[in-house]
């Protein structure tokens, strides 16, 4: 049976950084569940289509196919066969995304991929349910959170190194945005599972957090 590590929590919690380190350690296949998420809202936003218009959001998704390649070991998003990767990590991909992932038609066909890969494969998956829905009987589970202060401060860095430029307190509010629809969606919403444990990463460096799981996963296997 395949070993699944689970890895939940808000938007710019570190999820990403230390699951993708965790996997080259581990030699598991790290898995994003949210560049999914973002795929497909890449393609809402292309075809033009309103996010907050459920009816047209279920025609369009009978129309995109995601699936995952890796390159080099880095997950590659493939929509509709083209890789999308480069075009997923703009604020408004991400706003997109958790505006359309409350739709049924798009989290189910989402979630059979995520089961399907992990089914046969050690992955550490990451996003927002894995724990509590898509991977329940994950051996590790874990939500992994931070202040909003910390995690929007972290964000602003991030694209201040890009050279792009940034508003501080635009980005807490959108962080704040983003907690609120994620975890008050009837579908799937932004929980830690009962059996997670919770990791705040706000005092924690990278390496310390790292640190923590893979204890959890080494203890487990
Ligand atoms: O982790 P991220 O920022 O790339 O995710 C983008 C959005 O996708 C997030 O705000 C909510 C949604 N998402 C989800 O609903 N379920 C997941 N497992 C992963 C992401």
Do not use: W
Not at 21 to 46: H, I, N, P, S
Not at 66 to 81: D, H
Not at 178 to 197: C, F, G, I, N, T
Not at 212 to 219: A, Q, R, W
């Amino acid at each position: 049976m395949a070993f699944n590590v689970a890895i939940d929590g808000p938007a710019g919690a570190g999820k990403s950084t230390i699951a993708k380190q965790l996997a080259k350690k581990m030699k598991f296949v790290y898995v994003d569940t949210g560049a999914m998420y973002r795929a497909l809202a890449y393609y809402f936003l292309t075809q033009k289509i309103d996010p907050k218009d459920e009816a047209s959001i279920n025609a369009a998704v009978e129309h995109a196919d995601v699936t995952i390649a890796y390159v080099e070991g880095e997950q590659q998003v493939l929509l509709n066969e083209e890789n999308v990767n480069a075009y997923l990590r703009t604020e408004e991909v991400g706003n997109t995304a958790s505006i359309t992932s409350v739709y049924p038609a798009v989290r189910s066909k989402l979630v059979a991929l995520q089961q399907k890969l992990a089914q046969t494969t050690d992955v550490i998956m990451d996003g927002r349910d894995i724990g509590t829905c898509v991977l329940p009987n994950a051996q590790v589970k874990v939500y992994l959170t931070a202040s909003v202060a910390t995690r929007a401060k972290r964000r602003y860095d991030e694209l201040l190194a890009k050279g792009e430029t940034a508003d501080l307190g635009q980005i807490a509010a959108d962080i704040e945005d983003r907690d609120y629809r994620d975890m008050h969606r009837e579908l799937s919403p932004l929980k830690q599972a009962e059996d997670a444990v919770l990791v705040d990463s706000s005092d924690l460096t990278i390496e310390e957090v790292v640190a923590v799981i893979e204890k959890l996963v080494t203890e487990r296997r």
